[in-house]
């Protein structure tokens, strides 16, 4: 097996600015309704080592992409004290929004700047697999991190809307087994995992064409 080593570290370099921007944006809005906790933690910085998580940041999405699945993944939590917050849980759910949107924004504007430069169309070597990955890496870590399986952002904002004893239910699956789940997902359902997500991700891709006026 040939090892693509111009491809790892092109991958790994989306990976990091991803998920840097990723974890900033959840810092920025905590801050923003009032929580101070990440700020005096140090994670509202640009430093990858306060962010990333080597499992779930390098490991996962680096052998995801040796083997050909969508690319997906996580960073270390940032602290946030929701007591702090305005707008109780609906200030919850708005910092746990903020990381998967700032991926999706992140792939659109790739993905429009790569299709009006003909990025996509006429392979150009660096800048083709850049941009590129700079979608779906990040549409990965959109798709990943939205479902709504406690402790993953998707997860915040069910929490918002659900009844006091889905959310008791909730927190309790999150203070006991909440990682445990992301790892069956990630390990032993791998594969249910990428078809769901890779489902997802052409059915975004989709409406980023429609956009462009492709359909």
Same mark, same amino acid.
């Given at each position: 097996?040939? !090892?693509? %080593? #111009? &491809? !790892? %570290? !092109? %991958? #790994? &370099?989306v990976i990091l600015v991803s998920m840097i921007l990723h974890e900033l944006a959840h810092g920025l809005v905590a801050y923003a309704l009032g929580d101070t906790t990440a700020k005096e933690e140090g994670r509202l910085t640009l430093n990858p080592i306060k962010h990333i998580d080597p499992v779930f940041s390098v490991a996962v999405p680096l052998i995801l992409y040796l083997t050909g699945g969508p690319i997906f993944g996580g960073a270390k939590p940032v602290p946030v004290n929701s007591r702090n917050l305005k707008f109780g849980v609906w200030g919850m759910a708005l910092v746990a929004i903020a990381g998967p949107l700032t991926n999706f924004i992140l792939a659109l504007v790739a993905f429009l700047i790569g299709y009006n430069l003909g990025i996509f169309t006429t392979y150009s070597g660096v800048a083709t697999e850049i941009f590129v990955n700079l979608v779906m890496v990040n549409l990965g870590f959109f798709v990943f991190n939205i479902l709504p399986i406690p402790p993953l952002d998707g997860s915040r904002v069910l929490y918002a809307i659900a009844p006091d004893g889905a959310r008791e239910v909730m927190e309790r699956i999150e203070r006991t087994a909440g990682l445990f789940l992301v790892l069956i997902l990630v390990v032993v359902l791998s594969s249910v995992l990428s078809r769901l997500l890779s489902g997802m991700i052409g059915g975004i891709l989709n409406f980023f064409y429609m956009l462009v006026g492709i359909s």
């Open positions: 097996m040939q !090892i693509d %080593v #111009l &491809g !790892i %570290v !092109i %991958v #790994l &370099g």
